[in-house]
């Protein structure tokens, strides 16, 4: 019998968009059972790679009682309080991260690398010492998705008497004996995010960059979108 939340799409909205705009996200997902209490959702901006301390929860909502199906809406946040990030930490690439909870137990993520950077070719290559907020550019790769599952004991809730597919309302056998979601197979095939080229002004992925410091900023990224306690659905 399934149990659980999947999620089946994440449409990222108001993208590409400037650096103080607020974040939009079109959240679809398939709850397998009946569930009692709220499920919470997050939008957490990470303000550094330094210190988990620096990390913004920008805003949370609760969704509940869910029942069995499948739902969607669209999760509208306000942009990271500019002040609260370091200078040096403004400009560049950075992770914005969806969680989901059910009695405050995180069992999944979706995890975004975001390019922050000036539209202006002379300010790219000469930034100012103190970061120019509504000049900045913000781009969310939106093709290199993240997800990662927790598993969590999800008490006394009713399971649904079939599984609830993510793409159709026709109870769906497979979707029983396996939890992965199309939105999930396709990010799985992402097996390597690389970061974007922030020193030549290309929010798209690489394969290899130039700039000095992105294997730097990839490998203390990675921690965050796949925490030791996970499973990494990419």
């Given at each position: 019998?399934?149990?659980?939340?999947?999620?089946?799409?994440?449409?990222?909205?108001n993208n590409?968009?400037?650096?103080?705009?607020?974040?939009?996200?079109?959240?679809?997902?398939?709850?397998?059972?009946?569930?009692?209490d709220d499920i919470e959702w997050k939008i957490i901006y990470v303000g550094s790679a330094e210190?988990?301390?620096?990390?913004?929860?920008l805003d949370s909502v609760l969704v509940g009682p869910v029942p069995a199906g499948k739902h969607m809406f669209t999760l509208e946040v306000p942009g990271p309080d500019p002040w609260k990030i370091p200078d040096q930490d403004v400009v560049g690439v950075t992770i914005v991260l969806i969680t989901c909870s059910y009695r405050e137990k995180e069992f999944i993520r979706v995890g975004y690398y975001v390019s922050n950077s000036y539209k202006?070719?002379?300010?790219?290559?000469?930034?100012?010492?103190?970061?120019?907020?509504?000049?900045?550019e913000r781009n969310i790769l939106?093709?290199?998705?993240?997800?990662?599952?927790?598993?969590i004991d999800w008490g006394d809730s009713v399971p649904s008497a079939a599984g609830v597919a993510c793409g159709s309302s026709v109870n769906n056998e497979s979707v029983q004996k396996n939890l992965e979601t199309d939105f999930e197979i396709q990010n799985k095939e992402n097996k390597q995010m690389t970061v974007p080229n922030v020193s030549n002004g290309d929010t798209k992925p690489s394969e290899k960059s130039e700039?000095?410091?992105?294997?730097?900023?990839?490998?203390?990224?990675?921690?965050?979108l796949t925490p030791q306690t996970g499973t990494s659905m990419t």
């Open positions: 019998m399934v149990r659980g939340v999947n999620i089946c799409d994440v449409k990222v909205l590409p968009a400037t650096f103080l705009d607020p974040f939009s996200f079109e959240i679809t997902f398939a709850c397998h059972e009946n569930l009692p210190s988990e301390k620096l990390d913004q929860v202006d070719p002379e300010m790219h290559e000469n930034p100012p010492e103190k970061p120019k907020y509504e000049l900045l939106s093709t290199d998705a993240r997800v990662t599952r927790f598993a700039h000095p410091d992105n294997d730097k900023i990839e490998a203390e990224k990675m921690d965050v």
